[in-house]
């Protein structure tokens, strides 16, 4: 096949070989390898490789051999900590071929042998699909398969280095039968002969092979028409033209080593008792028997499939059930010994050994659970007849583990059947593992309060017997799924935080970022509940931590995600959800995202954030396109709860009657049915506001007493909290004073205690309900105060009376806002009158005495005449105020009260950006590098250029917009390190670079950002910062010598600086 190869080898990156099995593909395929010359990985496909994380270890181990010195320790690390699940797959190819581009000195090739194996295996093709598509200019790939291949690589399918080979293009022609008959035979071929056998096969490869190799053997033509073995009777020809042909020894050998998928020398000698089955198998590779060696050293052999169909075939004619299943069981047994789990219980199922098979599972089946290798497990279990299923604890228990996203009824029916097997056998640890699978179940998709606390307390006790003797990674799940359940079922608080400590230092101990993380989340939200904020935070700084690591896993990342979105949601911290949000979906492929429970999690904090932001029409259109949806409708108790948000929503926008009606009064008799306090709790508070709303004050008291009572009892503490304000909205309207007073109290006191700014289910016109009267009451003013500016924009008067704030930029523009809309800009204002807004914003406290403000401005001019002068220039700015306020006082806003000239019932952006850095450098220094990082991005949000520059006079207005940037320079040194050495880098260079635009004389800076480059890999980018800031230094006419001596610092990589 001469012709393909030298056109094979004119630059074609992807070349598919797609023909038939003896079609000639492989052997094409070596011949092409060997006329390049250049490096290659040659990879056998094998039905494992459809457990995607299987063929991503297994990728991993083939590159090792194929390349010199290649090692890949981040990919090795995530395998080794179970750290990798399916929807990693991107993130390890690219670590795979990131590595070898310091390994691969010129061109190597990916071969990909019999892909149609992994044909149906979407995950795993998925792997091949991203190589080629991500893969370096200098890595080629040849695909062999015997079926047309789904791949949706674009450069695969629309690219112009694809080169196509199919039957037709491999089929030989007379010529190259001619050949092969010449070299076999050692003389010219009769042409005659020639055509007859290329005419009997049509050109098929493997028939003109054996057919030469017959005619060879006995100079007439083959018996049996190799056209007709290529119809269909191909065991027949093999048998006749290859099998009779071998002698009895090899024939015997033969038949016992085609029951195993790849012949290892090593297990071969045990199976045929030959020492020398190793030289035996290289002679019938040599004399064309279809037998290849796989790797260099000849310790691993392949028959090709169709000779290996008849040798299997043989094997159950000639060799008795009990000879086949010692065989099987002997492979099994040496890919026991030689950690090959996949191979091992594959043999054992072939050889129907279902009892060895289940020992197995007891064994090491939760090593499969650990590395996330459930695909595998499946692939067995599935093959296992259903009435050893029915009769084994541990068939039982791994069929419904592997089952619980797919078919979650059938997966809680196996869990129970897995108990009861584990209680009649007497396996307690069995048992218990079990039961923290049930606990787990009930929690997240179906809720029995009464059987749950029956699990715990067998849980409990059993753990607390046996619970030391299961692995760490197992005692680390169970205790996690004891500590939530004691939480959200029996509300014990102590217990729940004990076995979340037992849960933590067991995942400490595998070494699993992932499971970690989902422990600590459980404990972070142990705490939240209970509305112990300052706990939460400390979990959450260990949770970032934990998950910016370069070793922790998409498992991980999605479990510290969820807890960090609950947390900003909690504390009312919109813009910081929504950035976090944002940055989950750029990491995310929301496809991997929509089969986690992260996801309708997600979707009611959307709801829960578009209503108390005023957004209902918005949160109303995702109730309904989410509420019947197959993970709602599959969920009861998270359906529940987003029909009583709908029924709230509708109650708010005034559309109660029918529907909402409808459907709260459908949910009454749920909240005395057999469910958690907890949810019961998420179904009073929408339920009680949606009656008080639309008018039903008695009902919605009775609902709300009942909340308080049960979070009282249960002690969930921000519950508490919320149920008491909802009273006391109650109370609003009907006058109740006397309750709404000690309601208002206990409740504004506990979340300001804790920082939480949110109030359940709470819209805007309630939230200013509430506000309005506390202010009246004079109950937490500031805080009231704060919330009422935070999330209604508006300023709450001592009388109640509520006005809206008025907003001011002075980063890039100079504009002033009401109601969020434009109200003012630069050139509605003289430039004196913006000077003497700049000095008031400036100034501490929005404040600056006259005298002071005068002396600004008119320097020179007696006191009188200042006087006159600044008379003159106020009533002219409270005249345009006027203009711009419209039905709002100015006097609300700009007041002179003696000598004291202030800014009143303001939100200015400078100030808000000097708040948020300060409190950044407070949260560096105290090590909380979350919530610094949060202040950060809050500042560089408000952050659209620099301080307007005529705001202020002179030198004052420098020397405030430097004041301004400094601020921002010092944080992001303080903080663009830290961000780094979480495996950050290209985030700390995002944010870095921002910052040194606007700074681009600080020396610091200027170095961090070089360093961040180089040690990213960018040259090009380190070596352009050079550039830029050399010129920079020259504009500023810097003194040559310290400019070349600023330089010379700058080009000296100091990776200490960051790390």
Same mark, same amino acid.
């Given at each position: +096949?001469? *012709?393909?190869?030298?056109?094979?080898? /004119?630059?074609?990156?992807?070349?598919?070989?797609?023909?038939?099995a003896?079609q000639?593909?492989?052997?094409?395929?070596?011949?092409?390898?060997?006329?390049i010359n250049?490096?290659?990985v040659?990879?056998q496909i094998?039905?494992?490789d459809?457990?995607?994380l299987?063929?991503?270890s297994?990728?991993?181990?083939?590159v090792?051999? %194929?390349?010199?010195?290649?090692?890949?320790?981040?990919l090795?690390? #995530?395998?080794?900590?179970? &750290?990798?699940?399916p929807?990693?797959i991107?993130?390890?190819?690219?670590?795979?071929?990131?590595?070898?581009k310091?390994?691969?000195a010129?061109e190597?090739t990916f071969?990909?042998?019999?892909?149609?194996l992994?044909?149906?295996?979407?995950?795993?093709m998925e792997?091949?699909d991203?190589?080629?598509?991500?893969?370096?200019d200098?890595?080629?790939?040849?695909?062999?398969?015997r079926?047309?291949l789904s791949?949706?690589?674009r450069?695969?399918?629309y690219g112009s280095?694809? #080169?196509?080979?199919?039957n037709?293009?491999?089929?030989?022609s007379?010529?190259?039968t001619?050949?092969?008959?010449?070299?076999?035979?050692?003389?010219?071929?009769?042409?005659?002969?020639?055509?007859?056998l290329?005419?009997?096969?049509?050109?098929?490869?493997?028939?003109?092979s054996l057919? /030469?190799?017959?005619?060879?053997?006995r100079?007439?033509? *083959?018996?049996?028409?190799v056209q007709?073995a290529?119809d269909g009777?191909?065991?027949?020809?093999?048998?006749?033209?290859?099998?009779?042909?071998?002698?009895?020894d090899?024939? +015997?050998?033969?038949?016992?080593?085609? !029951?195993?998928?790849?012949i290892?020398?090593?297990?071969?000698?045990?199976?045929t008792?030959?020492?020398?089955?190793?030289?035996?198998l290289l002679? #019938?590779m040599?004399e064309?028997c279809?037998?290849r060696?796989?790797?260099?050293?000849?310790t691993?052999?392949?028959i090709h499939?169709?000779f290996?169909?008849?040798l299997?075939?043989?094997?159950?004619? !000639?060799l008795?059930p009990?000879q086949?299943? &010692?065989?099987?069981?002997?492979?099994a047994?040496?890919?026991?010994?030689?950690?090959m789990?996949?191979?091992?219980?594959?043999y054992?199922?072939r050889?129907?050994?279902?009892?060895?098979l289940?020992?197995?599972?007891?064994?090491?089946?939760?090593?499969?659970?650990?590395?996330?290798?459930?695909q595998?497990?499946a692939?067995?279990l599935?093959k296992?007849?259903?009435?050893h299923?029915r009769?084994s604890?541990?068939?039982?228990y791994?069929s419904?583990?592997?089952?619980q996203?797919?078919?979650p009824?059938?997966?809680?029916?196996?869990?129970l059947?897995?108990r009861?097997?584990?209680?009649?056998?007497?396996?307690?640890?069995?048992?218990?593992?079990?039961?923290?699978?049930l606990?787990?179940?009930?929690?997240v998709l179906s809720?029995?309060?009464?059987?749950c606390?029956?699990?715990?307390?067998?849980?409990s006790l059993?753990? &607390?017997?046996?619970g %030391?003797?299961? *692995?760490?990674?197992?005692?680390?799940?169970?205790?996690?799924n #004891?500590?939530a359940?004691?939480?959200?079922?029996?509300?014990?608080?102590?217990?729940a935080?004990?076995?979340a400590?037992?849960?933590?230092t067991e995942?400490?101990?595998t070494?699993?970022?992932?499971?970690?993380l989902?422990i600590?989340?459980?404990?972070? =939200?142990?705490?939240?509940?209970h509305?112990?904020?300052?706990h939460v935070?400390?979990?959450?700084?260990r949770?970032?931590?934990t998950?910016?690591g370069?070793?922790?896993g998409?498992?991980?990342?999605?479990?510290?995600?969820h =807890?960090?979105l609950?947390?900003?949601?909690?504390?009312?911290?919109y813009q910081?959800y929504?950035?976090?949000?944002?940055?989950?979906?750029?990491?995310?492929?929301?496809?991997i995202?929509?089969?986690?429970?992260?996801?309708?999690?997600?979707v009611?904090?959307?709801?829960?954030? /578009?209503?108390?932001?005023?957004?209902?029409?918005?949160?109303?259109?995702?109730?309904?396109?989410?509420?019947?949806?197959?993970?709602f409708?599959?969920?009861?108790?998270?359906?529940?709860?987003?029909?009583?948000t709908k029924?709230?929503?509708?109650?708010?926008?005034?559309?109660?009657?029918?529907?909402?009606?409808?459907i709260a009064e459908t949910l009454l008799?749920?909240?005395?049915?057999?469910?958690?306090p907890?949810?019961?709790?998420?179904?009073?508070?929408p339920? /009680?506001?949606?009656?008080?709303?639309?008018g039903?004050?008695?009902l919605?008291?009775?609902?709300?007493?009942?909340e308080?009572e049960?979070?009282?009892e249960q002690?969930?503490a921000l519950?508490?909290?919320?149920?008491?304000?909802l009273?006391?909205?109650?109370?609003t309207?009907?006058?109740?004073?006397?309750?709404?007073?000690f309601?208002?109290?206990?409740?504004l006191?506990?979340?300001r205690r804790?920082?939480?700014t949110?109030?359940?289910c709470?819209?805007?016109?309630?939230?200013?309900?509430?506000?309005?009267?506390a202010?009246?009451l004079?109950?937490?003013?500031?805080?009231?105060r704060?919330?009422?500016?935070?999330?209604?924009g508006?300023?709450?008067q001592?009388n109640?009376?509520?006005?809206?704030?008025?907003?001011?930029?002075?980063?890039g523009?100079?504009?002033?806002?009401?109601?969020?809309?434009p109200?003012?800009?630069?050139?509605?204002f003289?430039?004196?009158?913006?000077?003497?807004l700049?000095?008031?914003?400036?100034?501490?406290?929005?404040q600056?005495?006259q005298?002071?403000a005068?002396?600004?401005?008119?320097?020179d001019?007696?006191?009188? +005449?200042g006087r006159?002068?600044?008379?003159?220039l106020?009533?002219r700015?409270?005249k345009?105020?006027?203009?711009?306020l419209?039905?709002?006082?100015v006097?609300n806003?700009?007041?002179?009260?003696k000598?004291?000239l202030?800014?009143?019932?303001?939100k200015?952006d400078?100030?808000?950006?000097?708040?948020?850095?300060q409190?950044?450098?407070?949260l560096?220094?105290?090590q909380k590098?979350w919530?610094?990082?949060?202040?950060?991005?809050?500042?560089?949000?408000?952050?659209?250029?620099p301080f307007?520059?005529?705001?202020?006079?002179?030198?004052?207005s420098?020397?405030?917009?430097w004041e301004?940037?400094?601020?921002l320079t010092?944080?992001?040194?303080?903080?663009?390190?830290?961000?780094?050495q979480n495996?950050?880098?290209?985030?700390?260079? !995002?944010?870095a670079?921002?910052?040194? +635009?606007?700074?681009q004389?600080d020396?610091?800076?200027t %170095?961090?950002?070089?360093?961040?480059?180089?040690?990213?890999?960018?040259?090009?980018?380190?070596k352009?910062?050079?550039?830029?800031?050399?010129?920079m230094?020259?504009?500023e006419e810097?003194p040559?010598?310290?400019?070349?001596?600023?330089?010379?610092?700058l080009?000296i990589?100091?990776?200490?600086q960051?790390?």
């Open positions: +096949k001469l *012709p393909i190869i030298y056109r094979a080898s /004119a630059h074609y990156q992807f070349i598919i070989l797609e023909a038939q003896g000639g593909k492989t052997t094409t395929a070596i011949q092409f390898l060997s006329h250049t490096p290659y040659w990879y094998s039905k494992e459809c457990d995607p299987y063929f991503i297994a990728l991993l181990e083939g090792q051999r %194929s390349v010199p010195g290649f090692s890949c320790p981040l090795a690390l #995530l395998l080794q900590n179970a &750290e990798l699940t929807g990693d991107g993130r390890a190819v690219n670590l795979i071929l990131d590595d070898m310091q390994f691969v010129g190597l071969v990909f042998d019999d892909l149609h992994i044909e149906d295996a979407k995950q795993s792997i091949v991203y190589m080629l598509e991500t893969a370096p200098f890595i080629s790939f040849i695909l062999i398969s079926r047309p791949l949706s690589s450069r695969l399918r280095s694809t #080169l196509y080979l199919d037709d293009d491999l089929a030989f007379n010529e190259e001619g050949a092969l008959l010449e070299i076999l035979q050692d003389s010219p071929a009769d042409p005659r002969t020639v055509s007859a290329c005419i009997q096969t049509g050109g098929w490869v493997m028939g003109v057919a /030469a190799c017959s005619h060879t053997k100079d007439t033509a *083959p018996v049996i028409p007709d290529y009777h191909l065991l027949t020809y093999f048998e006749e033209e290859l099998f009779d042909r071998l002698n009895k090899r024939r +015997k050998t033969l038949i016992k080593l085609a !029951l195993l998928d790849d290892v020398v090593e297990l071969a000698r045990d199976i008792g030959r020492q020398d089955i190793g030289n035996t002679q #019938l040599d064309n279809f037998i060696s796989l790797d260099d050293e000849a691993q052999f392949s499939h169709l290996r169909s008849l299997r075939k043989k094997a159950r004619e !000639l008795s009990a086949r299943k &010692e065989i099987l069981l002997k492979a047994m040496y890919s026991q010994q030689n950690n789990l996949a191979q091992c219980l594959n054992l199922l050889a129907e050994a279902f009892s060895r289940e020992e197995q599972l007891s064994r090491r089946g939760m090593e499969l659970v650990f590395m996330n290798r459930l595998t497990l692939s067995v599935e296992v007849p259903l009435e299923i009769n604890a541990w068939f039982s791994f419904a583990f592997v089952t996203k797919t078919d009824v059938q997966s809680l029916e196996l869990f059947q897995a009861q097997l584990f209680q009649d056998s007497g396996h307690s640890l069995g048992e218990l593992v079990v039961l923290g699978e606990i787990y179940y009930r929690i809720p029995d309060y009464n059987r606390k029956d699990y715990l307390h067998s849980a059993l753990f &607390e017997q046996f %030391s003797e299961l *692995p760490s990674f197992c005692q680390a799940n169970t205790a996690k #004891l500590s359940g004691c939480f959200y079922f029996l509300n014990d608080f102590p217990k935080l004990d076995y400590r037992i849960a933590e995942a400490v101990k070494g699993s970022p992932s499971q970690l989902e600590l989340a459980t404990h972070g =939200f142990i705490h939240m509940y509305g112990e904020l300052t935070e400390a979990v959450a700084e949770i970032y931590e998950m910016t370069n070793d922790c998409l498992r991980g990342l999605i479990a510290g995600m =807890f960090l609950q947390l900003l949601h909690y504390k009312g911290d910081g929504d950035r976090l949000k944002t940055d989950v979906l750029q990491k995310l492929d929301q496809k995202l929509n089969g986690t429970i992260v996801q309708p999690f997600i009611l904090y959307n709801i829960s954030i /578009a209503s108390a932001e005023g957004e209902l029409d918005q949160a109303l259109a995702m109730v309904n396109d989410n509420v019947d949806s197959d993970f409708l599959s969920v009861s108790h998270l359906r529940n709860e987003m029909l009583a029924a709230l929503i509708l109650s708010q926008m005034g559309l109660f009657e029918p529907e909402g009606r409808e008799p749920v909240t005395m049915e057999n469910i958690t907890g949810n019961r709790l998420k179904l009073l508070i339920l /009680a506001l949606s009656f008080a709303v639309s039903n004050l008695s919605a008291r009775e609902l709300t007493d009942k308080i049960i979070a009282h002690n969930i519950f508490e909290a919320y149920g008491r304000l009273r006391a909205f109650i109370a309207l009907d006058n109740n004073m006397r309750t709404a007073r309601d208002l109290q206990q409740g006191e506990k979340l804790e920082g939480i949110h109030i359940r709470f819209s805007q016109t309630e939230l200013l309900a509430v506000l309005k009267l202010i009246q004079e109950i937490s003013q500031d805080f009231a704060r919330l009422a500016a935070e999330h209604l508006m300023a709450i001592d109640g009376t509520d006005i809206p704030l008025l907003s001011i930029t002075t980063l523009s100079f504009k002033l806002y009401i109601h969020g809309h109200a003012g800009r630069a050139t509605d003289t430039t004196t009158q913006r000077q003497l700049g000095l008031l914003i400036s100034h501490p406290q929005l600056i005495s005298e002071q005068q002396y600004i401005l008119w320097p001019p007696p006191p009188d +005449k006159n002068r600044f008379d003159a106020l009533s700015l409270r345009i105020l006027s203009s711009i419209q039905n709002h006082p006097k806003y700009l007041a002179l009260e000598g004291i202030s800014l009143q019932n303001c200015i400078a100030r808000q950006f000097s708040d948020s850095v409190q950044g450098l407070t560096v220094k105290d590098w919530q610094a990082e949060n202040s950060l991005n809050y500042a560089l949000d408000l952050w659209t250029g307007v520059a005529d705001l202020l006079p002179g030198e004052h420098s020397d405030y917009g301004l940037q400094s601020q010092k944080l992001g040194l303080s903080l663009c390190p830290k961000i780094a495996g950050q880098l290209e985030k700390s260079i !995002l944010i670079s921002r910052i040194w +635009k606007e700074n004389a020396e610091q800076l %170095s961090l950002l070089y360093n961040l480059y180089l040690l990213n890999k960018e040259p090009m980018q380190a352009n910062l050079y550039k830029r800031y050399e010129k230094l020259k504009k810097y040559e010598e310290e400019m070349q001596e600023l330089l010379e610092r080009s990589f100091d990776d200490q960051i790390l």
